[in-house]
């Protein structure tokens, strides 16, 4: 650590259940959404590896939402943007 200075964030998602093959991986918009992540189908390696690439790069995504989340609260921009942006007339608040 740096003097107390340094910051760790992780996300743990044990039941994840993603696939690359089978199933609805074959329909249009799976299959492009796949294929744009360089994850579908099987691998030499088996489909384990594309499913883990999938997986992570969820778990990512989420890392960053969390991330972006705390940092909008902590600096008071997530409380300004709802009132300045709620679309329920301000009376009612």
Known sequence: MNGGKDL???VTMPSLEV???GGGTSLPAQASM???LGVRGTTPAGAESHSGR???TIAAAVLAGE???ISALSSGHLISSHLKLNRK???AL
Do not use: C, I, K
């Open 8 to 10: 760790y964030v992780s």
């Open 19 to 21: 696939g690359t093959v």
């Open 34 to 36: 796949l294929e744009l």
């Open 54 to 56: 999938l997986a992570r």
């Open 67 to 69: 991330l972006s989340l």
């Open 89 to 91: 007339p301000q009376s």
